[in-house]
């Protein structure tokens, strides 16, 4: 994970459907999770402010069932 201004960037992972971002204000806290298809997703503005931890993990849809990977190490962005 890596982060430049507003741009959260990560590796690809091959013959996945997508990958799940989720982000909070406390390492082991409840946060938000989002859903992307890329691996760089651009970070609103309200998203910068202050300190957050950040994971991502990828998934992959097969005959109507989702099936996750590990989420990877938490991240901290300031």
Do not use: D
Not at 9 to 22: D, H
Request: net charge positive; aromatic share 16%.
């Amino acid at each position: 994970i890596s982060f430049k201004k507003s741009v959260l960037y990560f590796s690809k992972v091959a013959n996945v459907t997508g990958y799940q971002i989720k982000y909070s204000r406390t390492k082991n806290g409840k946060g938000k999770t989002i859903t992307t298809k890329s691996c760089r997703k651009n970070m609103k503005p309200y998203h910068l402010k202050g300190i957050y931890y950040i994971k991502i993990r990828a998934y992959k849809k097969i005959e109507g069932t989702t099936i996750y990977g590990a989420w990877t190490i938490t991240k901290k962005k300031f």
